[in-house]
């Protein structure tokens, strides 16, 4: 099983839409948790981190659920700037108290008119 | 503040050969480092990390190794170059101390040939 798992998509949702995407994470000792986002062939640049009691910017939400070891991610009113993968990263522990930053393998969002 | 520098953008190599690539961060000391690799159209796969001179952690058995020479200085090296090496790499820095984000390099588009 992946340290971490995500729908690869691509969600294909027209402009204004909702869309979430879920993660699932593995190990129960993780830590933090992210949601980054990534253009083609770019670096993944931060969305938003995620909490435990959930958080919000303006049009994203994200909410992490410790119990079932997923945290998820809302986008509302979907512009056609949002088109992009969002990449789930969680930061689990490793080797000498280090912590690992695990990504998922992205879902990819399309926004059409 | 805090800046990472990773070297260079593209890089075409024939199989075979050898490859070096470097990442310097500027701006912190005893970061913990990270190289990720993402082959087209997938996610990013946590290659080697790093919490201090000379200390490599690697996740996947490959072709590739990584070294620490100085506190900063985190570099990707391999002898002899496979087609399956080609991918997009990407040098990382997070602080490590909470819900901090990962900083990342611009990356460096390998093509193997």
């Known amino acids: 099983r992946k340290e971490v798992e995500q729908d690869p998509g691509p969600f294909n949702v027209p402009e204004g839409a909702t869309v979430a995407f879920n993660c699932t994470y593995s190990n129960s000792a993780s830590q933090s948790f992210f949601w980054y986002r990534q253009d083609c062939r770019k670096e993944p640049k931060l969305l938003m981190s995620?909490?435990?009691s959930g958080n919000e910017d303006g049009r994203f939400t994200a909410q992490l659920n410790r119990a079932s070891q997923y945290i998820s991610l809302l986008i509302r009113d979907s512009k056609l700037s949002d088109s992009a993968t969002y990449l789930c990263?969680?930061?689990?522990?490793?080797?000498?108290?280090?912590?690992?930053?695990?990504f998922g393998s992205g879902t990819r969002l399309l926004v059409r008119p | 503040s805090q800046t990472i520098h990773q070297w260079p953008a593209t890089l075409v190599q024939p199989v075979g050969s050898p490859l070096s690539l470097e990442c310097t961060v500027e701006g912190t000391s005893n970061p913990n480092l990270y190289w990720y690799r993402q082959a087209a159209g997938r996610g990013l796969q946590l290659l080697f990390y790093s919490v201090g001179i000379g200390q490599i952690s690697s996740e996947v058995p490959q072709n590739l190794s990584a070294s620490r020479p100085q506190d900063r200085q985190f570099i990707l090296s391999s002898k002899k170059l496979l087609l399956s090496d080609s991918g997009f790499y990407l040098c990382a820095w997070y602080p490590g101390t909470g819900n901090e984000k990962l900083f990342f390099g611009s990356g460096t588009q390998l093509s193997v040939l």
């Open positions: 995620v909490y435990s």
């Open positions: 990263v969680v930061n689990s522990p490793g080797e000498d108290s280090s912590y690992k930053l695990i």
